[in-house]
């Protein structure tokens, strides 16, 4: 699987991580985008070294998918944490 690839699978990772995740974002959605597309690096690189599961070069492969989702998932929280608007006044 190559670079662009990777950035599609990104994008549409960071998509569906938004939706299973909805809320107001401080990034937007660039921001969000950009969090998919290190999420789907992210939980490749995860998935292959910690679950000893490495990733195909199968673009439709659902273990690719899920990784890349998961990862999106975790971005995503970790960074609405660090930089997310407090609700209190």
Request: proline letters at 3%; hydrophobic letters at 50%; charged letters at 10%.
């Amino acid at each position: 699987m190559g670079v662009i690839s990777w950035i599609v699978l990104g994008l549409v990772a960071g998509v569906i991580a938004k939706v299973l995740l909805p809320g107001r974002d401080p990034g937007g959605l660039i921001g969000t985008t950009l969090i998919g597309i290190a999420g789907a690096f992210t939980g490749g690189w995860l998935s292959a070294r910690f679950l000893d599961r490495p990733i195909s070069n199968e673009f439709y492969d659902g273990a690719t998918w899920g990784a890349a989702i998961g990862g999106s998932l975790v971005l995503l929280i970790v960074y609405r944490i660090l930089f997310g608007h407090s609700r209190r006044s």
